[in-house]
């Protein structure tokens, strides 16, 4: 027999996006005097490794192509300052960022430049030399332009999701692993009813950020989103103990090779007896539900090229090790923040594959939106009716 229940607001999914969602309703709401009952679900344990936000490490930064994304930077070191200071432990550790583009690169540094001007943000333009220089770990062609900015770093997924959850936890909301979402009924005013395998829940405010899951919850209101899930790979190599040094914080920076294809790396973070590197979308279509947890031996051996000739000392003679990942990728990879058009109080946060660095920012907005109506950030871009979600014939375009 199915218990019923009526709360205030429900989150869906309570990795990194849905986490901060769960902390910043019951923050924003207790800061205005309410007493609101929050309860979040998530389908596998808390921390799982089967979606998006696990391991050690995302990129955190500044330098992006657009203007809004460079001010939102900005909010999203703000979000989670506050929740570090709240938690008492470091969310956001700065070592150093460049990009990195070659020549004719497919990502042009002009977006970059231009974007971080107009909102004042203070960057260098380096020369192949001169990165080598104070960089010597990487072996560049002159034509080479390098992007470096001093904010960019590392926003340790797994530290800052579970942050999310144990502040969360610790300001009333309720948090129940192992509980899978079946369905979502809205009566399109307002009225919404989410089902699970033991609860039957009414509420008049749903949070959904069920990413790679996301169309799986959708279909029952006739509502997908144009997505394609990939299943992505991030390697650590077991670089030698003499380089080991060379490639920690101080004096490796998180590094991006803006071209097609994409790699990036950090320095030494997390697993302290490697250094970990990756593709940017080099990895095979798939869904949330059935992945592989395989390795994708075509794009290892893609990525030890490139390192091999970029980075030569961080190609040992040890195998490196694999860990799988999700991307859910819009088309044009800008966001989803909105509610859902036909379903008052129905909201998805999605972040395209670039959104852990916003997850504290996600929480908070979508969190303000479902307290208030609105929100204090610029969200027009990631809207429901934009062409990348609402023009069949759009041509994706991950590289950005
Ligand atoms: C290899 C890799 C590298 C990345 N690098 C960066 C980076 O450097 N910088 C950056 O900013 N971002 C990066 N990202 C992207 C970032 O990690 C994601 O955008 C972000 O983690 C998405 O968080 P999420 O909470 O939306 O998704 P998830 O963590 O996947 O959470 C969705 C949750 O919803 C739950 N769920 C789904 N359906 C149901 C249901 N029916 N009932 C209950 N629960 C359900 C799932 O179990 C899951 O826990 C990277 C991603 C990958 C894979």
């Not at 030399?129 to 390098?146: A, C, G, H, I, N």
């Not at 590197?277 to 994708?296: K, L």
């Amino acid at each position: 027999m199915k218990t019923n229940r009526t709360v205030d607001h429900l989150v869906i999914g309570l990795g990194g996006l849905g986490s901060g969602a769960a902390y910043w309703l019951a923050r924003l709401g207790q800061e205005a005097g309410r007493d609101d009952v929050i309860v979040g679900l998530e389908q596998f344990e808390l921390g799982h490794d089967k979606g998006a936000s696990h391991d050690h490490s995302r990129i955190i930064r500044y330098s992006y192509h657009t203007t809004e994304y460079v001010r939102l930077a900005s909010e999203a070191y703000e979000t989670w300052d506050a929740v570090s200071s709240e938690a008492g432990e470091e969310l956001v550790v700065r070592t150093g960022g460049i990009d990195l583009f070659p020549n004719n690169s497919a990502i042009p540094i002009i977006g970059y430049t231009k974007s971080l001007d107009e909102v004042g943000v203070a960057y260098e333009v380096l020369d192949a030399s001169e990165t080598m220089r104070r960089y010597p770990q990487f072996k560049l062609k002159s034509d080479v332009v390098v992007l470096s900015q001093a904010d960019t770093g590392i926003a340790p997924a797994i530290k800052g999701t579970s942050a999310h959850h144990r502040l969360a936890a610790r300001r009333g909301v309720e948090l129940y692993a192992g509980v899978a979402v079946e369905k979502i009924i809205s009566d399109g005013a307002g009225d919404l009813t989410v089902v699970t395998s033991d609860c039957v829940y009414r509420t008049g405010s749903v949070i959904m950020c069920a990413d790679g899951w996301s169309n799986e919850l959708l279909k029952d209101l006739d509502v997908q989103i144009p997505l394609e899930v990939t299943r992505e790979q991030v390697v650590y190599y077991p670089t030698p103990d003499t380089d080991l040094k060379s490639f920690s914080i101080g004096s490796f920076p998180v590094w991006i090779w803006m071209d097609n294809p994409s790699f990036y790396g950090f320095p030494v973070y997390g697993d302290l007896a490697a250094v970990k590197a990756a593709e940017d979308v080099g990895g095979q279509p798939t869904t949330a539900r059935t992945r592989s947890f395989a390795t994708d031996d075509a794009a290892l051996q893609r990525l030890t090229d490139f390192l091999g000739q970029t980075l030569p000392a961080m190609v040992g003679t040890t195998a490196p090790r694999v860990k799988t990942c999700l991307y859910t990728l819009t088309r044009d990879r800008d966001f989803v923040l909105d509610t859902v058009p036909g379903h008052p109080g129905l909201q998805v946060g999605l972040g395209s594959a670039h959104g852990f660095k916003f997850a504290s920012w996600f929480g908070r907005s979508l969190a303000e939106r479902a307290l208030t109506g609105t929100t204090r950030s610029a969200i027009h871009p990631f809207r429901f009716d934009r062409p990348a979600i609402t023009d069949q014939d759009f041509v994706p375009n991950y590289m950005t």
